[in-house]
T-cell receptor
Framework: GAVVSQHPSWVICKSGTSVKIECRSL??????MFWYRQFPKQSLMLMAT?????????EQGVEKDKFLINHASLTLSTLTVTSAHPEDSSFYIC????????????FGPGTRLTVL | KQEVTQIPAALSVPEGENLVLNCSFT??????LQWFRQDPGKGLTSLLL?????REQTSGRLNASLDKSSGRSTLYIAASQPGDSATYLC??????????FGKGNQVVVIP
């Protein structure tokens, strides 16, 4: 149980385009989902926290108009990187919690984004 | 702001040796501490979770200790195997379900 998937696993796009990443909890309902970004040899940095049906809470320094987060259902959250630039190239990981009686976060396999 | 530091950043050991990975955190008011494993280009696999009231957790060859007052945790991996090669991440929770991660200990076990 407690499986989280991400799609796509990797994506390459041109500078200026937008990219959408999906995060799904497959066998439980996630009241809260988290989005992290990880640069090579760096720690995971929390970008935002989203609760189903409400607006996401962004960490300091994360542009909410650039990284659009939607958590429309208890099993799906999406992160859209708008007008992507090469500096947005990174590994994006989501996690989900809630619905299983604990606050434990279950992590997805990550999405590698490369912006040319 | 919680700061999490992991040392050493990287280490190589011959197969069979025990591994000792260290994690320190600046704010001792934590809810729990977790150790994760991350393989290259992959997501995170939870290894052990220690509640703030606990001193250690064990799972198979893995043992994690927690000294909350001094802001330290240690992950021991007994009799290392090549399959243990990975990056090990330490993360602390402040009770608001937000995790602060260290940069990881990159481990290579040499056959």
């Amino acid at each position: 149980g407690a499986v989280v998937s991400q799609h796509p696993s990797w994506v390459i796009c041109k500078s200026g385009t937008s990219v959408k990443i999906e995060c799904r909890s497959l066998d439980f309902q996630a009241t809260t989902m988290f989005w992290y970004r990880q640069f090579p040899k760096q720690s995971l940095m929390l970008m935002a926290t989203s609760n189903e049906g409400s607006k996401a809470t962004y960490e300091q320094g994360v542009e909410k108009d650039k990284f659009l987060i939607n958590h429309a259902s208890l099993t799906l959250s999406t992160l859209t990187v708008t007008s992507a630039h090469p500096e947005d190239s990174s590994f994006y990981i989501c996690s989900a919690s809630g619905g299983l009686g604990t606050d434990t976060q279950y992590f997805g396999p990550g999405t590698r984004l490369t912006v040319l | 702001k919680q700061e999490v530091t992991q040392i050493p950043a990287a280490l190589s050991v011959p197969e069979g040796e025990n591994l000792v990975l260290n994690c320190s955190f600046t704010d001792s008011a934590i809810y729990n501490l977790q150790w994760f494993r991350q393989d290259p280009g992959k997501g995170l696999t939870s290894l052990l979770l220690i509640q703030s009231s606990q001193r250690e957790q064990t799972s198979g060859r893995l043992n994690a200790s927690l000294d909350k007052s001094s802001g330290r945790s240690t992950l021991y991996i007994a009799a290392s195997q090549p399959g243990d090669s990975a990056t090990y991440l330490c993360a602390v929770s402040g009770g608001n379900n937000r995790l602060a991660f260290g940069k990881g200990n990159q481990v290579v076990v040499i056959p």
